[in-house]
């Protein structure tokens, strides 16, 4: 993940977007995006991800958080895993997979999200948090 981290555009800022089906998500459309709580440091928020990828009934979804100041590398979820199961073939809020998550972040500022699939590099999320 190394030159994963390297290769992050910090200036590619997830935006809210409508699904058409009346919820909003926070990421980049048709790809990735993810329902959740607002965000506070240190506190274990719910969130939906989801991802557009079509022919995945299901996959190993690993997903690093990485601090743009601090440099931290860390899990973002909640029970320290890195990884969880994404369960596709039923579209919910339009997108081909979907998995509840919860996650909890140590500080504010600007996080990247890379997100991976059966290990494979899918998106770096970048979400700011303020």
């Known amino acids: 993940a190394g030159r994963d981290f390297k290769e992050i555009d910090w200036n590619r800022t997830a935006t809210e977007f409508d699904t058409g089906t009346g919820k909003d998500m926070f990421g980049y459309k048709d790809k990735i995006g993810i329902i959740g709580q607002e965000f506070k440091a ?15 009934d299901k996959a190993e979804m690993t997903v690093v958080g990485y601090h743009q100041d601090s440099s931290k590398i860390i899990p973002v979820f909640s029970d ?23 996650v909890i972040l140590p500080d504010n500022g600007k996080w990247a999200f890379l997100v991976y699939l059966d290990g494979k590099w899918f998106d770096t999320m970048i979400i700011d948090f303020k």
């Open 80 to 102: 320290g895993a890195w990884s969880k199961e994404i369960i596709g073939g039923v579209k919910v809020n339009d997108a081909d997979s979907s998995t509840p998550s919860n």
């Open 42 to 56: 240190d506190q274990v928020e719910k969130w939906m991800w989801h991802i557009w990828l079509k022919d995945t």
